[in-house]
C-alpha cells in the first residue's frame, strides 16, 4: 500500500511523533492507522522505560487559575535538560496538567503516594459491600481487587483519564511527550486550591 503524506500528517497529529517515526510505523501496519497509532504508542513506552532512571533537574513550575480566582493549581514539571524546558510542546504539556489537575482534583501523582488511611477505609467499603451481596469468598477478593483499580484509576493523576482527551490516560500522555522529545519527563508535585475549601 502507498503511504501518502496525508496519512503520515494524520498520524503525526494524531501522536505527536516524528515525521519519520510515522512513516515508519504506516509503513510497517501497511498502512492501517489504528495499528500505526499502538505502535508508535509501544514505542514511546519503550522510550520512556529506558529514560526513566534519568535525573529530571531542569524544567518548569507552571500555574493554573479558573473562575476568576476561586481555584488555582501550581505543578512542577522536570525534564532533563533546560533546552527541553523551553521547548513548546513541553510547556503545553505543563500547561494541560495544571489544568487537568484542577478539573480532575487528583489525591496523588501515583499509586505509591495514597495515603494508607484513605486505601484502607475504600477496601474496607468494597469488602463490606461484596459480604452484603452474599458472593463467595475466592470472588470477593476479585470483586475488591477490581474496585481497588478503578479507585486507584480515579484518583491518583497519572491513571486518570486526561480530561481534553478521555481516550488516553496522562501517563500515555507523558509516554508520548517522551518519546518525542527525547528525554524523561516527570511530573514532580502540584498543589491545588480552592477558595473556601480544606
Given at each position: 500500500m502507498k503511504i501518502t503524506s496525508q496519512?503520515?500528517?494524520e498520524l503525526r497529529d494524531r501522536t505527536n511523533s516524528?515525521?519519520?517515526d510515522?512513516?515508519?510505523?504506516?509503513?510497517?501496519?501497511?498502512?492501517?492507522?489504528?495499528?500505526a497509532v499502538d505502535l508508535l504508542r509501544q514505542k514511546g513506552l519503550a522510550v520512556a522505560a529506558k529514560r526513566a532512571d534519568r535525573a529530571t533537574s531542569e524544567g518548569i513550575i507552571q500555574t493554573y487559575i479558573h473562575g476568576a480566582g476561586k481555584l488555582g493549581v501550581m505543578v512542577?514539571?522536570?525534564?532533563?535538560?533546560?533546552?527541553?524546558?523551553?521547548?513548546?510542546s513541553f510547556i503545553e504539556f505543563a500547561k494541560d496538567i495544571a489544568m487537568h489537575i484542577a478539573a480532575a482534583n487528583p489525591v496523588a501523582i501515583g499509586r505509591e503516594a495514597v495515603p494508607e488511611e484513605l486505601?484502607?477505609?475504600?477496601?474496607?467499603?468494597y469488602i463490606k459491600q461484596a459480604q452484603d451481596s452474599g458472593k463467595p469468598e475466592n470472588i470477593i477478593e476479585k470483586i475488591?481487587?477490581?474496585?481497588?483499580?478503578?479507585?486507584?484509576?480515579?484518583i491518583c493523576l497519572m491513571e486518570q483519564k486526561f480530561v481534553k482527551n478521555p481516550d488516553i490516560s496522562?501517563?500515555?500522555m507523558l509516554n508520548e511527550l517522551i518519546a518525542s522529545l527525547g528525554e524523561n519527563i516527570s511530573i514532580k508535585r502540584y498543589a491545588r486550591f480552592q477558595l473556601g475549601a480544606e
Amino acid at each position: 500500500m502507498k503511504i501518502t503524506s496525508q496519512m503520515v500528517k494524520e498520524l503525526r497529529d494524531r501522536t505527536n511523533s516524528g515525521m519519520m517515526d510515522c512513516k515508519k510505523a504506516l509503513t510497517e501496519t501497511e498502512g492501517d492507522m489504528e495499528k500505526a497509532v499502538d505502535l508508535l504508542r509501544q514505542k514511546g513506552l519503550a522510550v520512556a522505560a529506558k529514560r526513566a532512571d534519568r535525573a529530571t533537574s531542569e524544567g518548569i513550575i507552571q500555574t493554573y487559575i479558573h473562575g476568576a480566582g476561586k481555584l488555582g493549581v501550581m505543578v512542577e514539571v522536570g525534564c532533563e535538560t533546560d533546552f527541553v524546558a523551553k521547548t513548546d510542546s513541553f510547556i503545553e504539556f505543563a500547561k494541560d496538567i495544571a489544568m487537568h489537575i484542577a478539573a480532575a482534583n487528583p489525591v496523588a501523582i501515583g499509586r505509591e503516594a495514597v495515603p494508607e488511611e484513605l486505601l484502607a477505609r475504600e477496601k474496607e467499603i468494597y469488602i463490606k459491600q461484596a459480604q452484603d451481596s452474599g458472593k463467595p469468598e475466592n470472588i470477593i477478593e476479585k470483586i475488591v481487587s477490581g474496585k481497588i483499580d478503578k479507585f486507584y484509576s480515579d484518583i491518583c493523576l497519572m491513571e486518570q483519564k486526561f480530561v481534553k482527551n478521555p481516550d488516553i490516560s496522562v501517563q500515555d500522555m507523558l509516554n508520548e511527550l517522551i518519546a518525542s522529545l527525547g528525554e524523561n519527563i516527570s511530573i514532580k508535585r502540584y498543589a491545588r486550591f480552592q477558595l473556601g475549601a480544606e
